[in-house]
């Protein structure tokens, strides 16, 4: 890679790294998926770096979340999620100050059947409404207040399908006065949908591309970029990486290599004109992207690739801080480990075996990265360059594994989802 190629990549993450600096995000909300900008990191300080001499301490608990791997939403004093109730799949409300359930909406009246049963999406929440994907493929908005629906749209509809068996699991994006989501069929591979009333505005088509990977939907969740000057929409899907025009849903570029055939499933992150995206199941990979102006369009040129068997996120996600990436390495593993950006080079982990076992949900917050294992331990780690530094780690009062629900911090509060129950722990500096 040469010199120059090499300061453009520095330069374009500084100023991501930068724009977020400068724009400080509201400690009290974290309104969808991964948090403001979909960056998965808290702007909370002011917490506990120690957890040997000061653990989380448990606040309080409440039941009634149902059955799932959803995380949670929080704006102002509700927290939303979804999960399974009996014979249905539902959307909840959780008041954060009474500790109570005051709504549960039922927004599929039967229980949705696949591989690992249960919700997995997040729900988006903007102003007086918030939308959901339910994991039998359907994209409902619903009232905050109270949970009524005001419509829903099915993925049969656009010919949708998954690239494999285990349900839909997207968290869908609000931009402005549409709601985007990724139902995965040919000739709808992305649609945006008028917010207010589920209208169509635009289908994006993607026809087969590459030999990786499979058709469909992946597991992913979409993300804003506006490399090369031009509005995109980038996920991960069956085939692997791809950027649809934000304004007509026109296909941009698609990237192959990092597919795997099984579940595409990280969010990519975006750095200025670059995307970093993974994937595991030992047949994806890792790899940086390059977005530039192609005439009217945009084209992706791989910056660097890495195997699966050198770096790969199974699933967990992975957070940019500064120019380094963090996340959990491996198949079924969630190994630290520090990657800088701009080279792919690690810089430490990836055969450390951390605080738990299984793949790992990271989170940054206040100079740190919190893993939750699917085993349950929750750890507390420097958000360092130098060094794999563990400060500590605990086992959440319940444990149904696998726990893959990602945490969330808000205030000083860590919020962790474990099947019906939602745990609130005290994290702040005691």
Known sequence: MSRLALLGVCVAALASATAWALEPLRSTDWPQWRGP??????????????????????????????????????????????????????????????????????????????????????????????????????????????????????????????????????????????????????????????????????????????????????????????????????TLVGRGAIGVRASDGKLLWTYNRVANPVANIPTPLIAGDYVFTSSGYDQGGTALLKLTRDGDGVSATEVYYHPAREMQNHHGGMVLVGDQVFMGHGHNNGFPMCIDLATGNVLWGGKIRGAGSGSAGVTYADKHIIFRYQSGDVALVDASTDEYKLRGSFKPEIVESPSWAHPVVVGNTLYLREQDTLMAYDVGKK
């Not at 448990?58 to 059955?67: D, H, N, Q, R, T």
């Not at 999406?121 to 905050?144: E, F, H, M, Q, R």
């Not at 207040?145 to 749209?153: C, P």
Request: charged fraction near 20%; charge should be negative.
């Open 37 to 234: 900008g979909r960056e998965n990191r808290s702007a909370s300080t002011g917490l506990s770096t120690d957890w040997e001499a000061h653990p989380p301490t448990l606040a309080w608990k409440v039941a009634g979340l149902g059955k799932g791997y959803a995380s949670v939403s929080i704006v102002g004093d509700r927290l939303y999620t979804t999960g399974n109730h009996g014979d249905s799949q539902h959307v909840t409300a959780v008041d954060l100050k009474s500790h109570k359930v005051v709504w549960s909406q039922p927004v599929v009246d039967f229980e949705p059947k696949h591989g690992y049963e249960g919700s997995r999406c997040t729900p988006a929440v903007d102003g007086d409404k918030l939308y959901v994907v339910t994991s039998n493929g359907a994209i409902t908005c619903l009232n905050v207040a109270d949970g009524k629906i005001v419509w829903q749209r099915d993925f049969k509809e656009f010919g949708g399908k998954m690239m494999s068996g285990w349900g839909f699991s997207e968290s869908p994006l609000v931009d402005g006065d549409r709601v985007v989501c990724t139902p995965g069929g040919e000739d709808a591979m992305i649609v945006a949908l008028d917010k207010q009333t589920g209208k169509d505005v635009w289908k994006s088509a993607v026809p087969d591309f590459g030999e990786a990977g499979k058709p469909g939907a992946g597991y992913s969740s979409i993300v804003i970029s506006d490399a090369a000057g031009v509005k995109q929409y980038v």
